[in-house]
Each structure stands twice: as C-alpha cells, then as structure tokens.
C-alpha cells in the first residue's frame, strides 16, 4: 500500500493513472496500470499495488517502480507522459551462501616470472602480477589478453565545475596542493601462498605519496579460484596532517579498446553520486561505453554509477571481465584516460576511443552545487575518514 498526496492547487488527480512494475534483480517480471484516481487539490488517497512476490527465487531483491502518468494528451504534453514517479524498495529474499565451483582439474599454479612479478596459470587464464606496478599486469584468458594498463589504487578525479569553486579555497585546489593528480608509489611487497590446489592469494602493499606529507598505504588481497573468479580486498590507510576531503577511493584499470559494450545492475540509466542519485532507478541497463560520456561545457568527471550490484565489460563477442561489488560499488566506464579528459579543458578537444578505462570505486565525493563559487558539498558526502576497507 502507498500513499498518493496531491499537491496542485486546483487539479485533481483523475487526468492521471498510475502505471507500476515489480522488479526482480533489476527486471521486470510483473506490471499494471490504476485508472481510478480522483484525488482532490490537497488531498491523499491510499492505494494498493497488486503484485506478488514469486517464492521460487532465492536470494533475489525487489523494487516496485511506480509512475504518474497522463491518460489522454494535453497541450502541453502527449498521453502516457510522465509526471512524477518513485522507486521503491520492497524485500530481498533469504540469500544462500555463495559457491563458487570448478573442474577439479582446473589447478593453480604459482610461478614466478622476470623481474621478481608472480605468475598465476590453469588450463584457461594466466595472470601476472607485476612487482613494477605492485599490481595485476596482464590477465589472459582463453588466449585473450584483457588487460591494457594494470590495476592500481585511485584516489582523483578530474574536478568539476564545483570542485573548482572557491578559488585558492575550492576542493580542486587542495587536491592539487596536496599532490593528488600526481601521487607517486613509494615502494612496496608482493607475496603469493598457495592456499590449496585450486587456490591461489597474492599479498600486495604499496606507499603513494604525494604533497605535504599525505600518503596511502594500500593493502591488497587478491584471492584467485580455478574458475578463474578472483575475489580483491582492500584496505586504504590515509596519513598526514590537513589532508583534504578525498576526491574518490578506488582502482583503476584499463582495458584494450575492443571492450566497447557495457551492462550493469545499479542505478542508471544516466549519471548518479552520492548526493544526486535520487533520479537514477535501480535496474539492469546496457548500452556502449562511448555513449557513457556527458560533455559538459567543461570537461570534467562524468558518467559514475552507483549502487552498483554487478557490471560487464565485452567485446562483440562476449569475452570481457565482470565485477560484482560486496555489495555494492561505484562503477564508471570511458573510451578515454583520465589525463584524456584533463587536458581536454585547456584544448577541447578529447582523444576517444583508443582505450577503456574502468573504475571500481568505494565512494566518489559528492558534487555539492548549492551553488558553484564556493566548496559547498554537505559535510556527509565527504571523504574525510582515515580508513577504508571494500571489495
């Protein structure tokens, strides 16, 4: 049951119907339309939405979207426009535990390669760990290489036009102070243990340090499975005095530019943040990844998703990486670099399509834009913590 509150001065709700959808997993498996509503000016009517939750799928979650919409045109707008909607979380079904299976003939074995890096191989993939980057370097899967640029940690964003509000004072600014747009590793380990036979976990900690005296130390696990899943936890520790608000924390990977299709299961279809994500309903969307860039006036950081369950990156085949969060993660996907999108404030001119680059955040900061001059972002979309752990 809802409620529907009217809050026009002089019409009533009966040129309206109310259109809804259950959704299961981000599909929708059940939908109906109202007709008869007749709310006065002021007024609010309780209505029942008739869907049944299904017994049969464990470990599912559900969303009733619920839509206003016009029943006949009108000269202003054409019929089955909509006026206002909601999304509406109803109940995730007792999950069983997660397993993960695989051939038992689908070993891991550890092996080292040139320069000290670690390799990890079965009969489908071969990925490598490189003590250069403290990172993954290559991952080959079905005589695939996926992997353009290695997977590191990601603390920066390109700044918004909010971001640069306040001058000397703005985010942007003290992001640039503080070395964010240029943190360098300072060291770091690698190690491998071999769990059992078809287990594998790389061990990894870096230093990146920038200006003033901020640093991160960045604490990886990487647990590889003979089904070639790969579960990574990390663990982010901020040191310094008068560190910034955070732009973001997260990694960072590219990918060869033939990985041009993307789906997802968060909220979309467009942008959302932290702050401004009320519009974007959760659902399960597809579309290119070139079509996920919004050219604002001014180049700046564009096309994050969040809440975001599971995501898919392929190429026309259908080969590619999947990552799912725990439980859920900010995602984001672009045809370009982040030094792409940088420089093109200064030429307008932004180099596409030479790669993918994908982002698995924890949490971007948040826009702000109470107004554009001054750094206005609400204390509670900040980054401000000295710690964070996600995987």
Known sequence: SITLINTYDFLSLRPFKLVWELLENGKAIQQGEINELNISPGAKQGVTIPFNIPSYNTGAEYFVNVSLKLKEATSWASAGHEVAYQQLYVKATPSPKAVVTWPATSTVKVGLVRGGGIQLTNPQFKIIFDRKSIGISSFIYKNRELIANPLQPNFWRVP?????????????????????????????????????????????????????????????????????????????????????????????????????????????????????????RVGEYSGQIADQHFSYIMPQENGNKTDVRWAAVTDSVGVGLLVMGNPTLNFSAHDYT???????????????????????????????????????????????????SYS
């Open 338 to 388: 982040d030094a792409d999108l940088l420089a093109s404030k200064t030429t307008q001119n932004l180099s596409r399509g030479l790669t993918t680059t994908l982002n698995f955040d924890y949490q971007l900061m948040g826009l702000g834009g109470d107004d554009s001059w001054t750094p206005r972002t609400h204390p509670e979309y900040l980054l401000s913590d000295k710690e964070y």
């Open 160 to 280: 918004t036009d909010n971001d640069e509000g306040g001058a000397k004072a703005s985010f942007a600014s003290r992001w640039r102070a503080a070395g964010l747009d240029s943190l360098r590793r300072m060291g770091g380990d690698i190690r491998v243990e071999q769990i059992g036979l078809s287990t594998a976990r790389v061990h990894t900690q870096s230093t990146w340090v920038g200006k003033t005296g901020i640093s991160f130390v960045v604490k990886t696990t990487y647990t590889v499975f003979g089904s070639g899943d790969m579960e990574v936890k990390n663990t982010i520790t901020i040191n310094g005095n008068n560190v910034p608000p955070l732009p973001k924390i997260g990694m960072q990977i590219q990918l060869p530019a033939s990985f041009r299709n993307l789906s997802w299961y968060g909220r979309g279809p467009f942008e959302s943040y932290w702050d401004r994500k009320s519009s974007a």
